[in-house]
């Protein structure tokens, strides 16, 4: 069984950093590309970035490009998005998927606010 | 950027009828492998999107019959036969044809 587990979320100043992990199981983790999405409260889906199955091409939305970082562990089956000079536009839950979305986590909260 | 534009349901709907979902694309989802990269979702309240097809038609692992899409170009529809309770929720339309990946509004579905 596929599962998809995000942690690493929580409340951050504007400005700040925070580091997301999704931590994969019961598929090759290593042969999958993998990305993350948000949604903001009472919004729609938003895709943010997204990763080749070696981690050797990563894609960004341009509101954060320059400021978040999609990478990977093949070795510890991990996701991460590494998130800097966080705004209040992105306070969201962030999905990782998998593959072309085929499944998805349940979802971490990131709340920027002062 | 590929716009993705929903249309609306005239809900709700009763449960047992079918109910049709309409996505169009600012840009042709055809790529040059011959496939239309337009993916349909779920969200059903407090839960994670759940993807139902892929490639416009196919439908993704355990998803049921009743649900099926169509559609090419820029034009897409998802049906959703003898819609029962458990199909409440929002529903998006996505293309994964070119970065950066875009998602519809969202269509609301409610059951009566």
């Known amino acids: 069984e596929v599962q998809l587990v995000e942690s690493g979320g929580g409340l951050v100043q504007p400005g700040r950093s925070m580091k997301l992990s999704c931590a994969a199981s019961g598929f090759t983790f290593s042969s999958f590309a993998m990305a993350w999405v948000r949604q903001a409260p009472t919004k729609g889906l938003e895709w943010v970035a997204s990763?080749?199955?070696?981690?050797?091409?990563?894609y960004y939305r341009d509101s954060v490009k320059g400021r978040f970082t999609i990478s990977r562990d093949n070795a510890k089956s991990s996701l991460y998005l590494q998130m800097d000079s966080l705004r209040s536009e992105d306070t969201s839950t962030y999905y990782c998927?998998?593959?072309?979305?085929?499944?998805w986590g349940q979802g971490v909260m990131v709340t920027v606010s002062s | 950027d590929i716009v993705m534009t929903q249309g609306a349901l005239p809900n709700p709907v009763p449960s047992g009828e079918s109910a049709s979902i309409t996505c169009r694309s600012s840009k042709s989802l055809v790529y040059k492998d011959g496939k239309t990269y337009l993916n349909w979702f779920l969200q059903r309240p407090g839960q994670s999107p759940q993807l139902l097809t892929y490639w416009t038609s196919t439908r993704a692992s355990g998803v049921s019959e009743r649900f099926s899409g169509s559609g090419s170009g820029t034009y897409f529809t998802l049906k959703i036969s003898r819609v029962r309770a458990e199909d409440a929720g929002v529903y998006y339309c996505q293309q994964v044809r070119e970065y950066p990946f875009t998602f519809g509004s969202g269509t609301k579905l409610e059951i009566k």
């Open positions: 990763i080749s199955y070696d981690g050797g091409n990563t």
């Open positions: 998927a998998m593959g072309w979305f085929d499944y």
